[in-house]
């Protein structure tokens, strides 16, 4: 699987192994208009291969005429050992709507504020509740855990100078632990129960660091939520 296929290295990937004698190379880009697709059609793409993923993860025999996908008896073989949860990630109120009615599970949008995610929740819920879905919603963060407050800023803001990924303090995990761990108390608060996080840092020691931070301290303490 290549990511980011449509340009630069991933592009470049692609064609080396095409030309290596590579059969088959599963490629994906962000841009859904690489592959000759207008972009107005992607949420319509998207609830039809829900639907479609879903039958065929549960061992059905599917056939499926839609606007965009044509699936003829197709059925997958050996099943998954493990149930595969589908989760959709989403950014606006329309998304966390889409993701009660179609998925296990809401990965919210990383950038969003916590106004923005607590209006968002409620959307989700909703839907999922009227899908007869049990809501999942996961929180997605980019985090770095140093030392102290002070540590923390010293190492992020520079980095947050430069303008990381168009975001501030309000939608990050940064700080000594405890404010960490308060940050994750305040979330859970809300309604999430599960973080996905990302470090922030590049440097490999200073995010080793951080995740041993959040070992020794974040994570004994944020059990038991």
Excluded at 47 to 74: D, I, K, N, P, Q
Excluded at 145 to 171: K, M, S
Aim: aromatic letters at 6%; one cysteine or more; charged letters at 25%.
């Amino acid at each position: 699987m290549v990511s980011g296929a449509n340009r630069g290295l991933g592009a470049a990937f692609c064609r080396a192994l095409l030309e290596a004698g590579a059969s088959k190379v599963y490629a994906g880009a962000r841009d859904i208009e690489s592959f000759g697709w207008e972009m107005r059609t992607r949420v319509g793409r998207l609830e039809e291969l829900a639907t479609v993923v879903r039958a065929l993860l549960a061992g059905e025999r599917v056939t499926f005429h839609g606007r965009y996908h044509t699936v003829v008896s197709a059925q997958i073989s050996p099943l998954p050992r493990v149930p595969v949860s589908l989760w959709l990630a989403g950014t606006v109120p329309e998304a966390a709507a889409r993701a009660g009615r179609l998925g296990d599970a809401w990965l919210c949008g990383q950038n969003a504020s916590p106004a923005e995610l607590k209006a968002q929740l409620a959307v989700y819920r909703e839907a999922a509740a009227q899908a007869g879905r049990i809501p999942r919603p996961v929180l997605r963060r980019d985090i770095f855990v140093g030392e102290t407050d002070t540590d923390a800023r010293t190492v992020v803001e520079p980095i947050l100078a430069e303008g990381y990924r168009g975001t501030g303090h309000d939608t990050l995990l940064v700080g000594g632990p405890e404010t960490v761990i308060r940050q994750l108390r305040e979330y859970r608060a809300m309604g999430f129960e599960e973080v996905m996080v990302r470090h922030i840092v590049g440097d490999h020691q200073q995010m080793l660091e951080s995740f041993e931070r959040i070992g020794r301290h974040v994570m004994p303490a944020i059990r038991g939520l």
